[in-house]
């Protein structure tokens, strides 16, 4: 007897939720598939033989950064990764498939080879988020301070979702983050922002949605520099 989509979905949000990937939407890959059918250099996820299938993507608040750095240094093999994130966010996905009673797919946001996909048609397709005038993802809550991981793709039933259009938390905004984009791109490059991440946190500090979940400092340097001092910080004279 096939599992439910609603089974299968708790028990992978449950899985998820210990290790700090806190957010799971539920949907239907056909919507992501419909999104990205003229688009040159994405490939449709699998439907298994079906109309549409069951998916989940996986994210994360700043939920994630206490829960990680925990691991981190209890982890020898984590802490001689090249990017021990990326390393112990695929550890995590691939072992929760294990216990996914169905044929299931699983697409990372690193991967930029075969695998490649876009977070930002996943996070609208899914309905997580909203893609808002400065191209970041946007929840209703939390801004743009999430991070989009992953995506599991099963061979299960779609859950039955309303079609209604995704919540837009930039309907009505002035867009701030507009001008801090274009100040941004102004004074550097998207491809230089390790070098010169402040200009661009400006742009997510910009969104007027979610202040109460920004990241630490912390987080937000390793995030945009992948700088491994932040996970080593110095002790405390206290």
């Known amino acids: 007897m096939e599992s439910s989509a609603d089974e299968i979905s708790k028990d992978v949000t449950q899985r998820l939720l210990t290790c700090g990937l806190d957010l799971v939407q539920v949907f239907d890959i056909a919507r992501y598939n419909d999104l ?12 298994f033989g079906r109309r549409g299938a069951l998916a989940l993507l996986v994210g994360n608040t700043k939920a994630l950064w206490p829960v990680f750095t925990q691991v981190y240094h209890t982890d020898a093999d984590l ?11 695929g550890h995590v996905l691939k072992a929760c498939l294990k216990h996914i009673p169905a044929e299931s797919v699983l697409r990372f946001s690193h991967d930029p080879g075969e695998g490649l996909v876009s977070m930002l048609h996943l996070a609208q397709a899914s ?5 808002g005038p400065a191209h ?53 490059s998207a491809s230089e922002i390790a070098s010169s991440w402040p ?27 992948k700088d491994r001092a932040v996970l080593h910080p110095e002790p405390s004279n206290v």
């Not at 990205?36 to 439907?47: F, G, K, V």
């Not at 802490?79 to 966010?89: G, K, N, R, T, Y």
């Not at 309905?127 to 893609?131: M, N, R």
């Not at 500090?205 to 630490?216: E, F, H, I, L, Q």
């Open 36 to 47: 990205i059918a003229d688009h040159e250099t994405l490939a449709p996820l699998p439907l």
């Open 79 to 89: 802490q001689i990764c090249a990017d021990p994130l990326d390393a112990w966010v």
């Open 127 to 131: 309905g997580l988020a909203h893609v």
């Open 136 to 188: 970041l993802a946007v929840h209703p809550e939390h801004g743009t301070w999430i991070g989009l991981r992953g995506v599991i793709v099963i061979d299960a039933e779609p859950p039955v979702l309303p079609s209604g259009s995704v919540t837009r938390p930039c309907d009505g905004c002035d867009a701030p983050c507009v001008l801090a984009l274009e100040t941004a791109l102004a004074k550097t």
């Open 199 to 225: 200009i661009w946190v400006a742009v997510r500090d910009a969104c007027p949605v979610g202040k109460a979940s920004r990241y630490s400092e912390a987080q937000i340097c390793y995030h945009y520099t």
